[in-house]
């Protein structure tokens, strides 16, 4: 059966080529006898012209001669014309290029008879010359040029009387807009019009793009798009700055219109401003966020030829430093981490990405003290990147025991191996949520820093912490939950209208961590600047308006409530840190603080306690961590601690 399809329609193939081959020789054939009888005719109709129109007053000399040399002229003309391939052309996509040749031709057409008259004939008057190269351009190049102006017209016309057609603005009006417009107007089949274009130079208002009006800037969208009935914008100016752009989309989302953006200018580099190119805008492009900038040198001159370990290295944060750590050519880049199928997917993406690196997976636990031991003594790693922990708060809520047992004694067990088989620098991945906890999580990660400044002041090795806000389309991120709310028509649910966080792009993330690593000195907590803090609520309608929805309207926001141990707003330092500038404007030092005494015997005794899972952990961990603003939930039982501490 399906080679009795693949041969119908393999046959069926072949009949359309035959057919566009055949149709392709007639159409050529057709202009062959045109371009011959119009070359001709036209310094004929030279000679006549120069004596007033009658036949009786052009002498016979003249006359012999024009008739005499035509059909060598012809002969010249279908030469030159297949020579300057002018039969090979798709004239409904004919540009300056075909005039180009069309002008070379017909030039040397004159040439041609010039010499053949002169020598062989009769020399001719020179308005014959003149007048008749003259004809004989505007007859080779309107025929041709007329071909795509009637297609245009009648596409125009087809255009107006279709209803289907999404109406465009265009934003931006420059090549990049004028690509598009052009792009727009051949596409086939055509499902947009252009209708107009907005850009805040003022010199534009009022001219014409590609035969699209300019109608205005920013300021003037909400209006034309209700003046031109757009369905659709799409933002051309892909070199713009962020917070340029940011305006302007702050502007465009309001409008219930779809909105598309051009990536980046290479596009246009590259001559590829097509509709193909054309994306949805992201959520990342509403905040704002110019791109950060690293010095890859000082990056890469730390990490390249030595031995990288990450552990969580299939998680979010992991996998993403696991591809940065590639690009800088590691001597050997080991993976770790308790699951396997995310640490698996990296596995596979670095070595089709990176085949001649060597690439180590393990799975295992970092709470597992000989594990780490065995790991640490096999593959003696100069860098360690510790990502490796539990970080859902709702969840370590409900399970406060599991978030000191991987955060807290995962930690300790991987830097205390580290410290023991010679590891040259160690970089714990912290959060902002470990500043004046008021949730377990949060406290389990002060508790992190801690245990790694501790230890900084007895090793060689450098410890030190890079601390961060929320990261977006990380996993159990609110922008993932909130796209699948939006999927099954809501509701979007947010915890409080006034909630906000701060945010940066995973790659942006990472990228700073190891910029912070290559700065690490001693027991530092590195600081990244997450930029302004950003209302969920605002992201939340951001992403509904982006959907093509309205908020309130068809997806509705539902406020649920703070949960147990979240925070209104986050903070990335505490009041008795400071802060100090780094080489990078993006990246602070702050000031480690003193710490518990015995603080490294008392945490082995919180994992102790930890195992038997008492109710009432969250008191011990408020003794070594002070500015934990801790919250009692129901049903606790703190007398069901140890009080060993």
């Not at 041969?7 to 046959?11: A, L, N, Q």
């Not at 030159?80 to 020579?83: H, S």
């Not at 051309?236 to 940011?246: E, V």
């Not at 070594?624 to 603003?629: G, M």
């Given at each position: 059966?399906?080679?009795?399809?693949e041969?119908?329609?393999?046959?069926g193939?072949d009949?359309?080529?035959t057919?566009?081959?055949?149709?392709?020789?007639?159409?050529?054939?057709?202009?062959?006898?045109?371009d011959?009888?119009?070359?001709?005719?036209?310094?004929g109709?030279a000679?006549?012209l120069?004596?007033?129109?009658?036949?009786?007053?052009?002498?016979?000399?003249?006359l012999?001669?024009?008739?005499?040399?035509?059909?060598?002229?012809?002969?010249?003309?279908?030469a030159?014309?297949?020579?300057l391939?002018?039969?090979?052309?798709?004239?409904?996509?004919v540009?300056?290029?075909?005039?180009?040749?069309?002008?070379?031709?017909?030039?040397?057409c004159?040439?041609?008879?010039?010499?053949?008259t002169?020598?062989f004939?009769?020399?001719?008057p020179v308005?014959?010359?003149i007048?008749?190269v003259?004809?004989?351009?505007?007859?080779?190049?309107?025929?041709?040029?007329?071909?795509?102006?009637?297609?245009?017209?009648?596409s125009?016309?087809?255009?107006?009387?279709?209803?289907?057609?999404?109406?465009?603005?265009?934003?931006?009006a420059g090549?990049a807009?004028?690509?598009?417009?052009?792009?727009?107007?051949?596409a086939?089949?055509?499902?947009?019009?252009?209708?107009c274009?907005?850009?805040?130079?003022?010199?534009?208002?009022?001219r014409?793009?590609?035969?699209?009006?300019?109608?205005?800037n920013?300021?003037?969208?909400?209006?034309?798009?209700e003046?031109?009935?757009i369905?659709r914008?799409?933002v051309?100016?892909?070199?713009?700055?962020?917070?340029?752009?940011?305006a302007?989309?702050?502007?465009?989302?309001e409008?219930?219109?779809e909105?598309?953006i051009?990536?980046?200018?290479?596009?246009?580099l590259n001559?590829k401003?097509?509709l193909?190119?054309?994306r949805d805008?992201s959520?990342?492009?509403?905040?704002?966020?110019?791109?950060?900038?690293?010095?890859?040198g000082?990056?890469?001159?730390y990490?390249?030829?030595?031995?990288?370990?990450?552990?969580?290295?299939?998680?979010s944060?992991?996998?993403e430093l696991?591809?940065?750590?590639?690009s800088?050519?590691?001597q050997?880049?080991?993976?770790?981490?308790?699951y396997e199928?995310?640490?698996?997917?990296?596995?596979q993406?670095l070595?089709?990405n990176?085949?001649?690196?060597?690439?180590?997976?393990?799975?295992?636990?970092v709470?597992d003290?000989?594990?780490?031991?065995q790991?640490?003594?096999?593959?003696?790693?100069?860098?360690?990147?510790?990502?490796?922990?539990?970080?859902?708060?709702p969840?370590?809520?409900?399970?406060?025991?599991?978030?000191?047992?991987n955060?807290?004694?995962?930690t300790?067990?991987?830097?205390?191996?580290?410290?023991?088989?010679?590891?040259t620098?160690f970089?714990?991945?912290s959060?902002?949520?470990a500043?004046?906890p008021?949730?377990?999580?949060?406290a389990?990660?002060?508790?992190?820093?801690?245990?790694?400044?501790?230890i900084?002041?007895?090793?060689?090795t450098?410890?030190?912490?890079?601390?961060?806000?929320?990261?977006?389309?990380s996993?159990?991120?609110?922008?993932?939950?909130?796209?699948?709310?939006?999927?099954?028509?809501g509701p979007?649910?947010?915890?409080?209208?006034?909630i906000?966080?701060f945010f940066?792009?995973?790659?942006?993330?990472v990228s700073?961590?190891l910029?912070a690593?290559?700065?690490a000195g001693?027991?530092?907590i590195f600081?990244?600047d997450m930029g302004?803090?950003?209302k969920i609520?605002?992201?939340?309608?951001n992403?509904?308006l982006?959907s093509?929805h309205i908020?309130?309207g068809?997806?509705?926001?539902?406020?649920?409530?703070?949960?147990?141990?979240?925070?209104l707003?986050?903070?990335l330092?505490?009041?008795?840190e400071?802060?100090?500038?780094?080489?990078?404007?993006?990246?602070?030092?702050?000031?480690?603080?003193?710490?518990?005494?015995?603080f490294l015997?008392?945490?082995?005794?919180?994992?102790?306690?930890?195992?038997e899972?008492?109710?009432?952990?969250?008191?011990?961990?408020?003794r070594?961590?002070?500015?934990?603003?801790m919250?009692?939930?129901?049903?606790?039982?703190?007398?069901g601690?140890?009080a060993?501490?």
């Open positions: 059966m399906s080679n009795k399809r041969g119908k329609t393999t046959e193939n009949t359309k080529a057919f566009h081959i055949h149709r392709w020789i007639k159409v050529a054939l057709l202009m062959m006898i045109y011959i009888i119009a070359g001709s005719l036209a310094y109709l000679l006549w120069r004596f007033d129109l009658r036949f009786s007053t052009i002498p016979e000399t003249y012999r001669s024009w008739l005499y040399f035509t059909p060598f002229f012809m002969a010249v003309t279908l030159i014309f297949a020579m391939k002018l039969y090979r052309s798709v004239w409904r996509y540009s300056f290029n075909e005039l180009g040749r069309v002008v070379l031709g017909v030039a040397l004159l040439v041609a008879q010039i010499l053949g002169c020598v004939f009769e020399k001719m308005s014959y010359y007048v008749g003259f004809l004989h351009l505007v007859a080779a190049g309107g025929i041709r040029f007329s071909y795509r102006g009637l297609r245009l017209i009648y125009r016309i087809k255009a107006n009387q279709n209803d289907a057609l999404k109406r465009v603005m265009i934003i931006g090549e807009g004028r690509m598009l417009i052009r792009e727009i107007s051949v086939k089949p055509r499902r947009s019009k252009a209708c274009a907005i850009d805040d130079n003022p010199n534009k208002k009022g014409m793009l590609d035969h699209v009006p300019i109608v205005g920013r300021h003037d969208i909400p209006e034309m798009v003046k031109y009935n369905d914008i799409i051309a100016m892909p070199a713009a700055k962020a917070k340029h752009k940011k302007i989309l702050d502007i465009c989302k409008t219930g219109c909105l598309k051009l990536p980046g200018i290479s596009q246009i001559g401003a097509t193909s190119q054309l805008v959520v990342e492009e509403l905040l704002g966020r110019e791109p950060i900038r690293i010095n890859m000082e990056i890469g001159s990490i390249f030829g030595r031995s990288v370990l990450i552990t969580g290295g299939g998680g944060i992991g996998s696991a591809r940065q750590v590639a800088y050519g590691p050997q880049l080991i993976l770790f981490d308790i199928n995310n640490v698996y997917d990296i596995q993406e070595k089709w990176y085949p001649e690196m060597s690439l180590v997976v393990l799975i295992g636990s709470r003290r000989n594990r780490m031991r790991v640490m003594e096999t593959y003696r790693p100069d860098i360690v990147y510790h990502a490796a922990a539990h970080k859902h708060v969840l370590m809520e409900a399970s406060p025991n599991e978030a000191i047992k955060n807290v004694l995962g300790y067990e991987t830097a205390m191996a580290a410290s023991e088989f010679g590891v620098r970089v714990l991945i959060t902002d949520k500043v004046n008021t949730n377990i999580m949060g389990s990660k002060r508790m992190c820093e801690m245990i790694v400044q501790a900084d002041k007895q090793s060689a450098e410890f030190v912490a890079v601390r961060f806000g929320n990261v977006l389309g996993n159990g991120s609110v922008i993932p939950l909130f796209k699948k709310q939006i999927q099954a028509g979007v649910t947010v915890t409080h209208p006034e906000t966080r940066m792009t995973i790659p942006e993330a700073l961590v910029q690593g290559a700065y001693s027991g530092e600081v990244l302004q803090a950003v609520d605002e992201l939340a309608r992403l509904i982006l093509g908020p309130d068809d997806i509705k926001i539902k406020y649920t409530g703070l949960r147990p141990g979240e925070k707003y986050e903070e330092l505490m009041a008795e400071g802060l100090q500038q780094t080489k990078n404007e993006l990246i602070f030092i702050g000031q480690p603080l003193e710490l518990p005494e015995r015997e008392r945490i082995i005794e919180l994992g102790k306690v930890s195992s899972n008492p109710d009432g952990i969250r008191d011990l961990v408020k070594l961590v002070p500015t934990y603003q919250k009692q939930l129901k049903g606790a039982r703190p007398e601690a140890k060993a501490m």
